[in-house]
């Protein structure tokens, strides 16, 4: 009966020995992940993104009379 009593108290510490070990473990990789997180250039803040430039405003209402006068003279002379 001796026997099979320190059979399962050694099972047990083993079974608890693992658990712990795994938990310690896991909490590494945890710690090296937030390292990660809170190194990375790449998850660095970053200011909001720059408005669009302002475009130039296209004309409105068609040819001036320079442009419409040089336009006619080239159709003329296309004739």
């Not at 090296?32 to 720059?50: D, E, Q």
Request: hydrophobic share 45%; charged share 25%.
């Amino acid at each position: 009966m001796l026997e099979l009593a320190a059979i399962w108290t050694i099972i047990a510490l083993v079974l608890v020995w693992f658990w712990r070990d795994e938990q310690a473990r896991r909490r590494q990789r945890l710690l090296v992940r937030a390292r990660y997180y809170a190194t990375a250039p790449s998850y660095r803040h970053r200011g909001p993104a720059l408005p669009p430039l302002p475009t130039a405003a296209r004309p409105r209402g068609g040819l001036s009379a320079s442009q419409r006068k040089f336009l006619e003279n080239w159709r003329d002379s296309r004739r």
